[in-house]
């Protein structure tokens, strides 16, 4: 069992209807059929959305995917259509609100990885595939792959993992021209999303993005690029043959596996509440990579 320690309430705004309450997201649906997403300061690890919140971690989202998606706009569109609040939305919606066309969501997660890390180097060690793709012999944890390759999942529900599938298994779930289109769309996301963090000094290992369709028009949607989607390595200390220190709540992982936290990640029970040195170098994390890659300073 896992999910959220505490489901938190949903806001109620006049003229919005709350349709979801996601791991980080909030989502509702305004008069005009539009939707209204907010990113909360939420944290979720090992399957559990975390008691402890990181303070600005969903302004950080939602700034960094709006640069991205000014960055890739000549490849693919994109659903934002607003960022303006909704009027009545309490004030901590500011930063961390989009107004988003309403797609109709392809039931995959779109993963394009160039580097073999996480459930990838699992499978590698196992078959030497991903996802199906034969790789070739003496890679390791970090390495980087011949190429980068789509190796799509399915989206499970909070608290459950995402599954990966083969290329094979979404042509049969939503038709061999979506699936071609998923993958080139996916694979030159990451090709230009890759070159421009690397001129930043970050290596962009591995990133999923979420794909709809308004009408024949296939769209970029949710997050993009950020540290809760994407696994970004400082590049002056990449070194093949052992996890690399990253851009994302990696603080968070290691304190819950620890003795110090005194949770065992296999019972049932919630994991605790964050020390405030942990949400602080987290959330110092999240900064620094928006810094780092938009070249802008936070707040």
Not at 245 to 264: E, M
Request: hydrophobic share 35%.
């Amino acid at each position: 069992m896992s999910g959220f320690v505490e489901k938190p309430e949903p806001v109620q705004v006049p003229g919005l209807v709350h349709l979801h309450t996601g791991k980080v997201r909030d989502l509702y649906r305004n008069e005009a059929g539009e939707l209204v997403m907010v990113a909360s300061d939420r944290l979720s690890a090992y399957d559990w959305v975390l008691p402890s919140e990181i303070p600005d971690k969903g302004r950080v989202l939602t700034q960094l995917s709006l640069w991205w998606f000014d960055q890739l706009a000549d490849l693919v569109p994109n659903h934002v259509l607003s960022t303006k609040l909704p009027e009545g939305a309490p004030a901590s919606w500011a930063g961390r609100t989009l107004v988003c066309r309403s797609l109709d969501m392809i039931p995959v997660e779109a993963v394009a990885r160039g580097y073999l890390t996480g459930s990838g180097l699992v499978e590698y060690n196992e078959s030497r595939t991903v996802c199906g793709l034969a790789l070739p012999e003496g890679l390791e944890d970090g390495s980087e792959l011949p190429g980068p390759i789509f190796t799509p999942a399915t989206k499970a529900e909070v608290g459950e993992h995402d599954e990966n599938v083969s290329y094979e298994e979404v042509a049969r779930r939503v038709g061999a021209e979506t699936a071609a289109q998923l993958r080139q769309t996916t694979l030159a996301v990451y090709a230009r999303g890759r070159d421009i963090a690397r001129e930043r000094g970050i290596i962009l290992a591995d990133t999923k993005f979420e794909f709809g369709f308004d009408g024949e028009e296939l769209v970029l949607a949710d997050e993009v690029l950020t540290p809760d989607s994407s696994r970004f390595w400082p590049a002056d200390s990449w070194e093949p043959g052992h996890a690399q220190p990253s851009f994302d709540k990696q603080f968070v992982r290691d304190w819950l596996t620890s003795p110090a936290s005194g949770w065992d990640r296999k019972s049932e029970q919630p994991p605790p509440e964050l020390p405030a040195e942990i949400v602080e170098r987290t959330r110092a994390k999240y900064v620094e990579a928006y810094e780092k890659l938009t070249g802008v300073r936070w707040g």
